[in-house]
Nanobody, 120 residues
Framework: QVQLVESGGGLVQAGGSLRLSCAAS????????MGWYRQAPGKQRELVAS???????NYADSVKGRFTISKDNAKNTVYLQMNTLKPEDTAVYYC??????????????WGQGTLVTVSS
């Protein structure tokens, strides 16, 4: 059974840093691309960073140069190091496969997410 548990969010001032973690059980990291997504109030969920099975990474333009995604295959854990945070980074952050893991044909599976709030 697939389970995604995000942690590490919190309140931080603009310019600060946070490190998010995601423990993913039931997913074989060596066979899947993992990603960090975020959803800001009133906006759609967006993919901000992804890491392929062999370790290559991609970032949304809005976070490029500030965020770093990494993973520990042995621990089935994905990380997101976020530096130079901006108020517009405020959102609930989720990890998932890319594309998102499907619970069934009609539904995606998501964890509870972790809230990041950046104050100006």
């Amino acid at each position: 059974q697939v389970q995604l548990v995000e942690s590490g969010g919190g309140l931080v001032q603009a310019g600060g840093s946070l490190r998010l973690s995601c423990a993913a059980s039931g997913i074989i990291f060596n066979l899947n691309t993992m990603g960090w997504y975020r959803q800001a109030p009133g906006k759609q969920r967006e993919l901000v960073a992804s890491i392929r099975s062999r370790g290559s990474t991609n970032y949304a333009d809005s976070v490029k140069g500030r965020f770093t995604i990494s993973k520990d295959n042995a621990k089935n854990t994905v990380y997101l190091q976020m530096n130079t945070l901006k108020p517009e980074d405020t959102a609930v952050y989720y990890c998932n496969t890319d594309p998102p893991w499907r619970r069934d044909r009609d539904r995606e599976l998501w964890g509870q997410g972790t809230l990041v709030t950046v104050s100006s």
